[in-house]
């Protein structure tokens, strides 16, 4: 694989420090998580760390900017188990309760996500493959992010809020491709194969049929 991206040298102090941000990061942005899913707080912010979008987004960035595919996945499984860890100690200790079904969801997320941070580690390489890759988050932002014209915000009158949805999560996909591709001239390839893989998903509602009933997907 090294034809396609070559790993980084880095010392192991390189390495810890590393892993170490990957986990603050995930600290972080549980609490932020947590806080926002407070009563009173404007239902944009909860609505976007609901959902799977804003965790590919940070996810994809931590992966591609990694010093080694194998350091890539050891960082994302930190920035979850970290995040998911502050969240639901929160919740079960000091709410007093145990959501455990979405537990069991971001669990499984937190368990299969190393294997994609391997893989998104070539994203940001040269070749076939590395335009492939960095498709996929993009992929999935277009889905979701077309999909939120159904959003279901906690107030009936807060639907005005969903064409502000759509624009971060567009500003997402954009610094995703103005970031992820080496070569420009990636960006345009990259982009025709997310809108087609997106209109995919679209079509046979494939994040619905994986996801159905979660509160992170439609």
């Known amino acids: ?36 899913d407070s009563p009173g707080i404007n239902p944009i912010f909860d609505d976007i760390g609901g959902r799977l979008g804003v965790w590919v987004f940070a996810a994809a960035l931590i992966s591609v900017f990694s010093y080694s595919p194998k350091l890539a996945a050891v960082k994302i499984f930190v920035f979850f188990g970290s995040m998911l860890t502050v969240y639901y100690v929160y919740t079960v200790l000091l709410l007093h309760f145990s959501p455990e079904r979405a537990m069991v969801f971001w669990g499984i997320c937190a368990v299969v996500s190393p294997i994609c941070a391997y893989i998104m580690w070539y994203a940001r390489g040269s070749g076939l493959l590395s335009i492939v890759v960095a498709a996929l988050p993009v ?8 999909q939120l014209r159904h ?44 809108l ?9 509602n494939v994040l619905g049929r994986i996801f159905g009933g979660m509160n992170g997907v439609l």
């Open 1 to 36: 694989m090294n034809q396609i991206r070559v790993k980084s040298e880095s010392t192991t102090k390189q390495k810890f420090v590393s892993i170490g941000f990957a986990m603050l990061i995930g600290v972080i942005m549980g609490v932020a998580a947590k806080l926002v």
């Open 139 to 146: 992929t999935l932002l277009l889905s979701e992010g077309f």
């Open 151 to 194: 959003a279901y915000l906690p107030i009936h009158t807060h639907y005005y809020l969903i064409p502000v949805l759509m624009i971060i999560y567009l500003i997402m996909i954009v610094v995703l491709l103005l970031i992820i591709p080496i070569n420009k001239k990636q960006v345009l390839p990259i982009l025709s194969i997310a």
């Open 196 to 204: 087609i893989l997106s209109f995919i998903m679209i079509y046979f």
